[in-house]
């Protein structure tokens, strides 16, 4: 699933992405991403009623791992204009970028890594479906005679 994404235009992820937040529960979701959007590919509203939040996002399609300084750049984009921030990615996140979207006293950003988003595709049902299957084995021995 991965390698299908990474094959995906810009564009066309920041659309998978709104349709990712729109199945999960956002009432509404714009995206923006287009030169001199100031760092912010979209934002949604997810209600959880009685509360509703904004939320910005961001997509980056990397392959490789996205680090603590792409979350500041993210965060610098979002400050004073919401309080809730989501990056998703086709990548990995550092372990000083988990750390950096957490840190206290700043807004948290929220992290989809590639591996969560492939599970967030196979749980919604969009590009992919799953299949059980069921084996069946049969132990003749405790049917002969003893």
Do not use: W
């Not at 939320?55 to 309080?83: E, H, L, N, P, W």
Request: proline share 4%; aromatic share 6%.
């Amino acid at each position: 699933m991965l390698e299908i994404l990474q094959t995906m235009p810009p564009d066309s992820f920041e659309r998978i992405s709104q349709r990712i937040l729109r199945e999960s529960g956002f009432v509404t979701v714009e995206v923006r991403g287009k030169s001199g959007d100031g760092g912010i590919d979209g934002i949604g509203v997810l209600r959880i009623n009685p509360l509703s939040f904004q939320v910005f996002f961001q997509c980056k399609r990397y392959k490789g791992t996205v680090s603590a300084g792409v979350i500041r750049d993210f965060r610098g984009a979002m400050v004073g204009r919401t309080d809730k921030g989501l990056l998703i990615t086709m990548g990995r996140f550092t372990p000083d970028a988990t750390r950096e979207a957490t840190r206290d006293g700043v807004p948290p950003i929220d992290l989809i890594d590639g591996d969560q988003l492939c599970n967030i595709l196979k749980d919604l049902g969009l590009g992919m479906t799953t299949e059980t299957v069921e084996e069946v084995r049969v132990h003749a021995e405790i049917f002969r005679d003893n």
